[in-house]
């Protein structure tokens, strides 16, 4: 379990090659010297928040009584390892994994720093390679944290995670699923992406979908358990269900967005002859992009879980994930595709409005209305764009 002291953590910034000791969470780690091109093992401290809410969750979303098994097929340092096994009270054993032979010595010299060679096993193995090979001694979690897209790796997880296990997977390739590279999204993803102000929200969606469409063609279903867009990254939780009716009920999940970018409306379809090209509200081009997740992006009893056991947590970033947290406990339950202030304003040429009167008219009006974590200046409300330009307007003459 989390001890609620504070730890010394790596610095902020870039990835760490220098030698000496690095405190994350509760693991101890000393990185190799960097000679070369290939000397030192890839550090990332940025990474630590990310690694902080994987341990919140596997503390959180489990049955106290469930050992876990857990996979980490990329695991470089092997701080995630670590972390995982002192950190969290219910995994059992950890199989951790890196296709060079740097990072592997590394990882098992990190093992043995924490003492913790008995539940911590070190293997040098290709990713796809080694979760083919445990696809009947399967885990219950599989963290998949690749430089890039973790949509290669998506099949080989599927197969070698246990029926309501979950697969983790962090995705640092931002420009096409956000829209900025359109074709390498369609090469990667299989998703044709809509570029828009609430592009972190897509990436996640868009990631999703992906998991889940190939979950399908196994007979597996997928619904996402967690997810955040954090720094450079966009990171999923899916649990993963057995059978072909789990796969068709996932599917049902599974759509398209029209996105006007003229008055910013945004709207969903579950089929595609259904679509729209035109705005039925102001008749501009629609811009259309999926198959996308369009179900829930959150469990509520993880999330609150998660909230529960943050005051424990040994991180640098302690605040942040609290406010990234209270923000998905508010929002978790709205509409999707949150707007923002900022992209409301511009289409109006106003000045933007103080968030907090947004949220506070809007609710007045009788809608939903909350934040975002995905954005400091987005809100999620089920009003429509009419309504929502409306408020910006009246709030503006107030300024």
Same mark, same amino acid.
């Not at 098994?69 to 701080?79: I, K, L, N, Q």
């Not at 057995?242 to 579950?270: D, H, V």
């Not at 829930?296 to 005051?311: K, L, R």
């Not at 907090?356 to 009003?383: C, I, M, W, Y």
């Given at each position: 379990?989390?001890?609620?002291?504070?730890?010394? &953590?790596?610095?902020?910034?870039?990835?760490?090659? @220098?030698?000496?000791?690095?405190?994350?969470?509760?693991?101890?780690?000393?990185?190799?010297?960097?000679?070369?091109?290939?000397? @030192?093992?890839? !550090?990332?401290?940025?990474?630590?928040?990310?690694?902080? $809410?994987?341990?919140?969750?596997?503390?959180?979303? !489990?049955?106290?009584?469930?050992?876990?098994?857990?996979?980490?097929?990329?695991?470089?340092?092997?701080?995630?390892?670590?972390?995982?096994?002192?950190?969290?009270?219910?995994?059992?054993?950890?199989?951790?994994?890196?296709?060079?032979?740097?990072? /592997?010595?590394?990882?098992?010299?990190?093992?043995?720093?924490?003492?913790?060679? @008995?539940?911590?096993?070190?293997?040098?193995?290709?990713?796809?390679?080694?979760?083919?090979?445990?696809?009947?001694?399967?885990?219950?979690?599989?963290?998949?944290?690749?430089?890039?897209?973790?949509?290669?790796?998506?099949?080989?997880?599927?197969?070698?995670? *246990?029926?309501?296990?979950? $697969?983790?997977?962090?995705?640092?390739?931002?420009?096409?699923?956000?829209? %900025?590279?359109?074709?390498?999204?369609?090469?990667?993803?299989?998703?044709?992406?809509?570029?828009?102000?609430?592009?972190?929200?897509?990436? $996640?969606?868009?990631?999703?979908?992906?998991? /889940?469409?190939?979950?399908?063609?196994?007979?597996? @279903?997928?619904?996402?358990?967690?997810?955040?867009?954090?720094?450079?990254?966009?990171? $999923?939780?899916?649990?993963? &269900?057995?059978?072909?009716? &789990?796969?068709?009920?996932?599917?049902?999940?599974?759509?398209? *967005?029209?996105?006007?970018?003229?008055?910013?409306?945004?709207?969903?379809?579950?089929?595609?002859?259904?679509?729209?090209?035109?705005?039925?509200?102001?008749?501009?081009?629609?811009?259309?992009?999926?198959?996308?997740?369009?179900?829930?992006?959150?469990?509520?009893?993880?999330?609150?879980?998660?909230?529960?056991?943050?005051?424990?947590?040994?991180?640098?970033?302690?605040?942040?994930?609290?406010?990234?947290?209270?923000?998905?406990?508010?929002?978790?339950?709205?509409?999707?595709?949150?707007?923002?202030?900022?992209? !409301?304003?511009?289409?109006?040429?106003?000045?933007?409005?103080?968030?907090?009167?947004?949220?506070?008219?809007?609710?007045?009006?009788?809608?939903?209305?909350?934040?975002?974590?995905?954005?400091?200046?987005?809100?999620?409300?089920?009003?429509?764009?009419?309504?929502?330009?409306?408020? !910006?307007? %009246?709030?503006?003459?107030?300024?």
């Amino acid at each position: 379990m989390f001890e609620p002291k504070t730890a010394k &953590s790596a610095k902020s910034g870039g990835s760490s090659r @220098g030698t000496g000791e690095v405190v994350e969470g509760r693991a101890r780690l000393i990185l190799p010297p960097h000679v070369g091109g290939k000397s @030192g093992v890839f !550090f990332n401290p940025k990474m630590g928040m990310n690694r902080d $809410i994987a341990m919140l969750f596997a503390l959180s979303h !489990f049955f106290p009584s469930r050992q876990l098994r857990v996979c980490d097929p990329m695991t470089a340092s092997g701080v995630r390892a670590v972390r995982y096994v002192l950190e969290t009270s219910n995994v059992l054993h950890v199989l951790a994994s890196d296709s060079e032979s740097n990072p /592997v010595e590394t990882a098992r010299r990190t093992v043995d720093l924490n003492g913790l060679a @008995g539940r911590i096993s070190v293997v040098q193995s290709e990713a796809n390679l080694l979760l083919l090979n445990h696809v009947t001694e399967r885990f219950d979690l599989v963290d998949l944290d690749p430089f890039g897209s973790p949509a290669p790796y998506f099949e080989n997880t599927l197969r070698a995670t *246990l029926d309501g296990g979950v $697969i983790a997977a962090t995705a640092t390739d931002m420009g096409p699923l956000t829209g %900025a590279r359109a074709p390498a999204c369609i090469r990667r993803y299989g998703v044709r992406p809509v570029r828009s102000e609430f592009e972190k929200e897509m990436a $996640i969606r868009i990631l999703a979908g992906c998991l /889940v469409m190939i979950g399908g063609k196994l007979e597996l @279903g997928v619904e996402i358990a967690f997810s955040h867009a954090s720094d450079h990254y966009a990171r $999923i939780y899916g649990k993963v &269900s057995k059978g072909r009716r &789990s796969a068709n009920l996932s599917a049902k999940s599974l759509g398209f *967005l029209e996105y006007c970018p003229e008055c910013l409306r945004r709207n969903t379809q579950t089929k595609l002859e259904s679509v729209r090209t035109s705005c039925v509200d102001c008749g501009g081009s629609v811009r259309v992009g999926g198959p996308i997740w369009l179900g829930s992006i959150w469990d509520p009893q993880t999330v609150q879980g998660m909230i529960d056991h943050t005051p424990g947590l040994q991180s640098s970033r302690l605040s942040e994930i609290q406010n990234i947290l209270t923000c998905i406990g508010e929002e978790q339950t709205s509409s999707p595709f949150h707007y923002r202030t900022d992209a !409301f304003s511009k289409r109006l040429g106003c000045r933007p409005p103080a968030l907090k009167q947004v949220l506070a008219t809007l609710q007045e009006a009788g809608f939903d209305a909350t934040r975002t974590h995905f954005s400091p200046s987005g809100f999620r409300t089920n009003a429509p764009c009419r309504d929502i330009a409306s408020i !910006f307007q %009246a709030l503006t003459k107030e300024l």
